[in-house]
C-alpha cells in the first residue's frame, strides 16, 4: 500500500474516532508499528493531526470544545478507570464540588460514602445525584447549551456559599508549564474558584488530555492533584515533581 493511500485511511479513521492508538492502525492497515508511527509523524509535519502518547488525536483549535454528546463517546473505558479511582477519595461526611463533564458524571455510580453532600454545575449531574439518592445544589445561573455547565457570574456568587473538603474537576489540557487549561473563560472561572474553595482539589484528565492546551489557563499544575488513566513516560518527571498523580498503576 503507498503512503498516500495510508495516509487517506489513518485520517478517515481519526475522523470517525477522534483519537486512535498506534495498535489499531497496525492492525487496520496491516503495517508494522515502524511504519504506523512514521505515517503519524508525516501527517503531524503536515499540520493533519497530532500525536499523542500511543496515538494520534484530531488537531482542534484551542478555542473550540466538543459537545457533551461528543465527549461522552470518546475514551469512555479511561474515563471509568478514572471515574471509580476518583471516588474512592469521597470519604463519609464529605461535602464536594463536582464540576460538569462526563469524566466526573461517570464518577456519581460509584460514590459510597454516607451522608455525602454534593454541589455542581452540570444538569445531567445533579439529575443523576437525585437519582442515586444524594443530597446535592444545582448551582444558578446561565446553562450553557454545548457542554450543559451552569456558567457566569450568578453561578459565581451560588459558588461562593459553599466550602468543600474536596473539588473534583475536568480539563481538557494538561501541560507541565502551561498548567490545567479549558476552552471557556466562564467555566475555567468556576473551574478555579472552586479549586479555590475546596481543602483539596483533583483534576481528572485521561491520558488523551495530557501536553494539549486549550485556551483558557485554570491554574497551575501543582495547585491540584490529578487521577487519570496512565501518565506518558515522556511527562512522569516534570508532573510527578510539581504533583502527585493518582492513576491504576500506582495501586490508589
Known sequence: MLAEERYQIILRHLQEKHIVKVQELVNLLNASE????????????????RRIHGGASLLQRRSEEP???????????????IAQLAAKMINDNDCIYLDAGTTTLEMIPYIEGNNVIVVTNGLPHVEALVEKKIKSYLLGGMMKRTTRAVIGSVAMQT????????????????????????????????????????????????SSKFQEVAFCKMFDISEAYIITDELPDSLKSSILSKTKVICEQSGA
Open 34 to 49: 515502524s511504519t504506523v508511527r512514521r505515517d503519524l509523524q508525516d501527517l503531524e509535519a503536515m499540520n493533519l493531526l
Open 67 to 81: 459537545d457533551m454528546d461528543t465527549k461522552t463517546l470518546k475514551n469512555v473505558q479511561q474515563k471509568r478507570i
Open 159 to 206: 459558588l461562593n456559599s459553599f466550602r468543600f473538603d474536596k473539588a473534583f474537576l475536568g480539563a481538557n489540557g494538561v501541560d507541565p508549564e502551561m498548567g490545567f487549561t479549558t476552552p471557556d473563560p466562564e467555566e475555567a472561572l468556576i473551574k478555579r474558584r472552586a479549586k479555590e474553595l475546596s481543602e483539596q482539589c483533583y483534576v481528572l484528565a485521561d
